[in-house]
């Protein structure tokens, strides 16, 4: 098939290439010159487990093929959506990308076409783009479907390769019988698409990452019941994650979630529930849990290390929001080190593949360093503070922490063991342990 995607961020790029993996010959559009011609050159914009290979072998073989220009889809009637729709700062999704997206589409469809929605959306938003083509292509022309994404950065090629489920929103057969075409390869030994009306596809995907940031956001309070009880919220988590309605994912305690989708997400479904009248509830008491527990951590760095901290110099290890992934965007380790910042005499930072983006969000910041390997970012530390877990973090050499002033350690994401910490004359401190 002939396919073109419109974005080449993570959910773009990933489902092209993927796409392009199975055979099918496709267009990858986005407005920014520079990428293009970067991704031309094979050069992803990203770190992403496997995906530089897909793209390159792809390339080769001219079954995917990157540009500016919507003239170069005048052939073409499958279109997946996959731009960003970022957070505005009141909690409602900016839509801009998307709506110029429909402007050049219209000016350049020939014929009946296919757009499938991948960009979160809110309720309403692919009615509102198919009345938009309706308008100025007239009825029959075009069919709208939502088809929301579950990726995650760091596997998001194996998720797409490998789907738990492919949601797809649409009252049109033709469009649900071309969905199945395309997905077939992915659906060979198990057929793992759900098909369902526009509005619940739509909501499905706010559903999901809701519930999971949730998850995330009960623990962190269960943690907090932990720090002041006795209680070990490791042996709560094991207990929790034991009865099979519950699961043991995302029962981890920690600095608390973040990332592009998450924090946007949650935000955007409140903004929903405001419009409908809707009195706030588990949603809302979700982010404000979430909101205070990097603010917790620091206060707890702060009662251990005392108040006066203008000579003191402290080491972050892990500065991407999440393992396997370069991105820093919302990172809970970026908004703990603006608040330590202003109260230490520097800050030595350390991640595997995201120092770079950090060093630009960071910009403004003037007393931080950063270092190539993680224990050269210690040394001369009075602190070591742990916010990714990478999985180099989970095998702590002891006896390179003879190079910090102190021995002491705090884990924001519980990933070290608190007694062998203890044992071999480390001061350590978790969340809820």
Known sequence: MDITIIGTGYVGLVTGACLAETGNNVTCIDVDSDRV??????????????????????????????????????????????????????????????????????????????????????????????????????????????????????????????????????????????????????????????????????????ASNSFLATKISFMNEMALVCENSGANIHEVRLGLGSDPRIGDSFLYAGLGYGGSCFPKDVNALIDMQKAFNLEPGIIERTKQVNDRQVRFFFEKIMSILGTNLEGKRIAIWGLSFKPNSDDVRESVALKLISLLAPEVNSLNLYDPIANLHAKESLSD?????????????????????????????????????????????????????????????????????
């Open 37 to 206: 011609n970067k991704l031309l050159s094979g050069s992803i914009p990203f770190y992403e487990p496997g995906l530089e290979a897909i793209v390159e072998r792809n390339l080769a073989s001219k079954r995917l093929v990157f540009t500016d220009s919507y003239e170069d889809i005048s052939q073409t009637n499958i279109f997946f959506i996959c731009v960003g729709t970022p957070d505005k700062g009141d909690g409602s999704p900016d839509l801009k990308n998307l709506h110029a997206v429909m402007d050049s589409l219209a000016s350049n469809i020939n014929g009946k076409s296919f757009i499938f929605t991948k960009s979160t959306v809110p309720l309403g938003t692919n009615k509102m783009i198919q009345s938009f083509f309706d308008d100025r292509l007239g009825k029959g022309i075009v069919y709208v479907s939502s088809n929301p994404e579950f990726l995650k950065e760091g596997s998001a090629v194996s998720d797409f390769q490998k789907p738990d489920r492919i949601i797809l929103g649409s009252s049109n057969e033709e469009a649900r019988k071309l969905a199945t075409d395309i997905y077939a390869p992915f659906n060979w030994s198990k057929n793992r698409t759900m098909h369902m009306s526009i509005e619940s596809a739509e909501l499905t995907k706010y």
């Open 365 to 433: 910041t003037s007393n931080l360093k950063f270092y190539d390997e993680k224990y050269a970012a210690i040394e001369g530390a009075d602190a070591l503070v742990i916010c990714t877990e990478w999985k180099e973090f989970w095998d702590l050499d002891v006896l390179k922490l003879d190079l910090m002033h102190n021995k002491l350690v705090f884990d924001g994401r519980n990933i070290l063991d608190k007694s062998k910490m203890k044992d071999l004359g480390v001061e350590y401190y978790g969340i809820g342990t």
